[in-house]
């Protein structure tokens, strides 16, 4: 399970972003200050830090600044103020994203699992009952023999195995892996999936015991089989 930090100076945000990340199966740790945040990530390991801008005594620029001299940790900045200068200088002070209030829930979900999938990518390799889905070179193996996947393929798999057992709608997964706001039919999902689970066959993985659809809603790698 991914641990997000969630930093905001108003509890009923908190509260709100807890409520919808939690179903979703992220540990979420509730801070109402920078500078409370800062002490918890000295004892503490986190996935990502939600990281508000306007707070007393550290501001989210300041926040940031200070956490990216300890930690890699990736950082979204979240803020009601949407002006451009604005994002570049979250960006410039080491955040790895920006996202406005009031903020649409799918595309907070999906700029969230798109920087912890580029943070993974720093990290290596994700195994599964034999799988290893190398992130460096783009490369999927079962039992040491390659399968060719498509780039939205991989992609696919790597969002399924850090996030196993949870539900993907057909929109989440258009939003997760070819981007916010674009203009993708369902179909699309259906037949990436239906390659992918063919692929996994092929090569002797059990691809119907795990890559399972969801009747009405979508599809969810199965982590128990």
Known sequence: MKTILLVDDEPLMLDLLSLYL?????????????LEAITFLEENEVDLVLLDVMMPEMDGWE??????????VPIIMLTARSEKPNIVKGLKTGADDYI???FDEEELTARIEAVLRRNNSKIGKIRFQGLILDLNS???????????????EFAMM??????????????????????????????????????LRDKLRKAGFPADTHLVTVWGIGYKWDGKG
Not at 22 to 32: E, F, R, S
Not at 138 to 152: A, E, G, M, W
Not at 172 to 181: E, K, Q, T, V
């Open 100 to 102: 406005t209030k009031p």
């Open 63 to 72: 926040a940031c600044q200070e956490i990216r001299k300890h930690w890699e």
């Open 138 to 152: 783009f490369v999927l193996q079962y039992n040491h023999k390659d399968i060719s996947l498509t780039p939205k």
């Open 22 to 34: 939690t179903p979703l199966g992220y540990n979420c740790v509730k801070l109402t200050s920078a």
């Open 158 to 195: 790597e969002l399924f195995l850090n996030h196993m057992n949870k539900v993907f709608s057909r929109e989440h997964l258009i939003n997760s892996i070819w981007g916010y706001g674009v203009s993708t039919e369902d179909r699309t999902i259906d037949s990436h999936v239906r390659n």
